[in-house]
C-alpha cells in the first residue's frame, strides 16, 4: 500500500496575520491566503514581467500561472499551503508550500515586480518556515534557475542549513528550517535594518507639522511649537488649524491635506477623540511619522481606541510614538519637539524613556554632569514604536555613542534581549527599570519581574539602580576608553581619602595593587616630597602641578593599572586650576586608560570640561561608575552564551506584541 501524502488544506494553515517592516522601513502585513484572494493573487501572476514568469516556471507562459492560480484554489487542493504579502491592502507577494512528506515540502515564491528588492522573499520564507514548523514541516525543497539570482540570494540569506546541487542550469535547494541561532540572527539582521530605515523620519525629520495648536497661548501644542521654535532646527515647520490663519504669527493650513509635499514627523495634541482623524489626514499627506502627544487613553475601552490608532498607522506606514508622549529631542539635528524645559548640550547618549517626566529626569542628570545628548524618544504607551525600534535605528548610528533606557514593561523578553546584546556588543547600553515594587506586589499588572536583572545582565546591558548613576555611568563611558581590566591605581593629594575610596574600590571588585618598584621609583623621582608612593599614592598637600602631570604620566606609562582616579582636595598650598590644568596634560601619555578626577564642593564646577578627564563630585560616584564600565567590559571580552531562540519569526514584527520595552 502507497503512502498518501497528508491532507491538508491550505485554508487549515491559519496564520495570525503579522505586520513586518520591508527594507525600506515600509510597513507590509504577511498572513494566510484566503478564498476572497482569487482575483488578488491572479493579478498579480498577471501584472507581473514575462521574464520574471520563467525565472518562476521556467516557462514565460503566462497561462503557467493562471494554471497555478486554478491548481491553489481548487477544492480538492490538499496539499499546499500559502502565505501572501500584503503592502497597503495590494497583494505583492505570495509563497507556497507544497507538501512532498509529512515532514518535507516544495516551497516556491512570487513577488510582484515593483516590490523586488524591499525584502519580502526573504521575510515569506521565514513566516512560510515558521509555519510549517507549527505542523511538522522541517525540511523545504526548490527548483531554482541558475540566473535566478535574486531568489538564491534570499535562500542563501535566510540562515537555515542549506545544501545545493546545480544539474544543467538548475539548482536544486534544500533547506532545513529549525529555528538555528542563525536563522533568528539573520531575521533580526534584516528587521533591525528596516526598523532604522522606518524610523528616519521620525530620528531625523527634514519637515515637522504641529496640529492641536490653540490660538489663544498655553497647552500641549503651543508648549510643543515654542520649543521646536526656539530650537535650531532648519527644517520646514507647518502649522495646522482648520480656522485660524496665523498663529504666534506663523501662517496656517486647514489640513495635512493642503500641504503640496509628505511632511516627515506630524505633532499631534489634539483631545484624544481627535488623534485618528488627524492620523488619517497624516496618511493621505503620505506622512512617515506621527508623535502622539495628546493623553486621555486610559479608562474604558482604551485598548479599543488604541487598537484602532494601530491599524491606521500600520495600513499606512506611519511610525507612530505615543499616545501620552512628552516628545521627541533629535538634538543632533537642532530639533526640540519636546516639553522640556531646558535641552542639555549635542553629545553621544541616545535616551528613550516609557515614562515623560523619568525621562526629562535623566536629561536635566545628564545636562548636571556635562553628558551631551544626541536623542530622546519619550515613548508613552508605546502602541507602536519601542525601545527595540530605537535600538535599531541607534544600533548603527555614529553620532550615538551610547544609550540609555528607562523601562517600565517588556513584551517579548527573547526578543529585547537579542537586540539588547547586539547593541550591547557595539557600544554601552544602559538601564534604569522602574515598577519593581509593583510586580512584585501584583504580577498581573506588570511585565517587569524578579527575572528582570538576569535578563539585562545576560544581554549586557549595564543595570543602574538611579538615574543619577546611570548618567554618571554613561559619562564614563562615552568619554573614556574601556577599562582593559579590573586594576586601578589610585593618586590623591591627601591620605585619607585614598585610603577610603581603596575601600569602596575593593567593595565593587576593582584590584588596588602596590606599585612596582620601578614606578615606586619613577613617581619618588616625580615627587621628592610624596608621602607613599605605594597603591593608593599619596603625593602631599603641596604637590605642585609640574609634580602632579609627572607622576601621572609615570603611572599611565607603566602599564600596571587598567584606569587612573585621581582625587584632588582644594586648599591654599598649591593653584587649585593650575593642578586640574596638570591632570589633562597628562592624558596624551596614556591615552588608552581611563583618567578620571574626583574633586568635591566648588572645585567641581572649575575642573568640569578638562579635555581627556572625566571629573566627578564624589568619589562614590567615580567609584560606581567605573566598577560599571570595568563590568561591561569584561562582559565584552568574554560574552556570555547567546540567549535562547523563539521559534516563532517574531523578529520581523514591529510595535507592540512582540517588542519588548
Known sequence: ??????????????????????????????????????????????????????????????????????????????????????????????????????????????????????????????????????????????????????????????????????????????????????????????????????????????SVAVVGVRRSAGGFGHGVLEAIRSSSYAGALHVVHPEADTIDGLPTVRSLADLDHPVDLVVVAVPADGVADVLRDAAANGAGSALV??????????????????????????????????????????????????????????????????????????????????????????????????????????????????????????????????????????????????????????????????????????ACPTGAELTETALLLVEQPLPAGLRVCIVSNTGGVGALTTDRADGQGMVVEPTSYDLGAALRAAVPGAVDVRNPVDLGADVTPDELTAALRAVLDAGETDAVLVLLVANRLTDRDALFAAVARARPSGADVPLLLVTPGAAFEAARGLPGVTVYRSTDAAIGALGRAMRYAAWRRVPADQPEVEPAPAASTPGPGPAPG
Open 293 to 462: 502627544i495628546s493623553s486621555g487613553f486610559s479608562g474604558t475601552g482604551h485598548d479599543e481606541r488604541r487598537r484602532k490608532l494601530l491599524g491606521l498607522a500600520r495600513a499606512h506606514s506611519l511610525r507612530l510614538v505615543g499616545p501620552n508622549s512628552q516628545g521627541v529631542l533629535a538634538n543632533g539635528d537642532g530639533l526640540d519637539a519636546t516639553l522640556l524645559h531646558d535641552v542639555p548640550e549635542v553629545g553621544g547618549l541616545a535616551v528613550a524613556s516609557q515614562s515623560g517626566g523619568m525621562g526629562f529626569a535623566l536629561l536635566d542628570l545628564a545636562r548636571d554632569v556635562g553628558l551631551g545628548v544626541q536623542a530622546f524618544v519619550s515613548l508613552g504607551d508605546k502602541v507602536d514604536v519601542s525601545s527595540n525600534d530605537l535600538l535599531a535605528a541607534w544600533m548603527d548610528d555614529e553620532a550615538v555613542a551610547a544609550c540609555a533606557l528607562y523601562l517600565e514593561s517588556f513584551g517579548n523578553a527573547l526578543k529585547f534581549a537579542r537586540t539588547a546584546r547586539r547593541f550591547a556588543e557595539q557600544k554601552p547600553l544602559l538601564a534604569v527599570v522602574g515598577g519593581r515594587s509593583r510586580a512584585r506586589q501584583d504580577p498581573s499588572v506588570s511585565t517587569v519581574g524578579v527575572g528582570v536583572d538576569a535578563l539585562l545582565d545576560q544581554s549586557g546591558v549595564i
Open 1 to 206: 500500500m502507497t503512502d498518501q501524502p497528508p491532507e491538508l488544506a491550505p485554508r487549515d494553515w491559519n496564520a495570525e496575520p503579522a505586520d513586518v517592516l520591508l527594507a525600506d522601513g515600509t510597513v507590509a502585513v504577511i498572513r494566510s491566503l484566503r478564498e476572497d484572494d482569487r482575483d488578488a493573487v491572479l493579478a498579480l501572476h498577471e501584472s507581473v514581467s514575462v521574464d520574471t514568469l520563467r525565472l518562476r516556471f521556467f516557462s514565460p507562459s503566462r497561462e503557467a500561472g493562471r494554471l497555478y492560480v486554478d491548481h491553489l484554489f481548487a477544492p480538492d487542493n490538499t496539499s499546499s499551503a500559502a502565505l501572501v504579502a500584503l503592502v497597503r491592502g495590494r497583494v505583492a507577494g505570495l509563497a507556497t508550500a507544497e507538501l512532498l512528506s509529512p515532514d518535507s515540502a516544495e516551497v516556491a515564491f512570487l513577488v510582484a515586480d515593483e516590490d523586488r528588492g524591499r525584502g519580502l522573499g526573504s521575510l515569506l520564507l521565514e513566516h512560510l518556515a515558521a509555519l510549517g514548523r507549527r505542523h511538522g514541516v522541517s525540511r523545504f525543497v526548490a527548483e531554482v534557475l541558475g540566473d535566478n539570482y535574486g531568489m538564491l540570494g534570499v535562500f542563501r540569506a535566510a540562515g537555515f542549513a542549506a545544501t545545493r546541487r546545480t544539474v544543467a542550469g538548475e539548482v536544486d535547494v534544500e533547506l532545513h528550517t529549525d529555528a538555528s541561532r542563525e536563522a533568528v540572527e539573520a531575521a533580526d539582521r534584516r528587521e533591525w535594518r528596516a526598523a532604522a530605515r522606518s524610523l528616519r523620519p521620525l530620528l531625523h525629520p527634514a
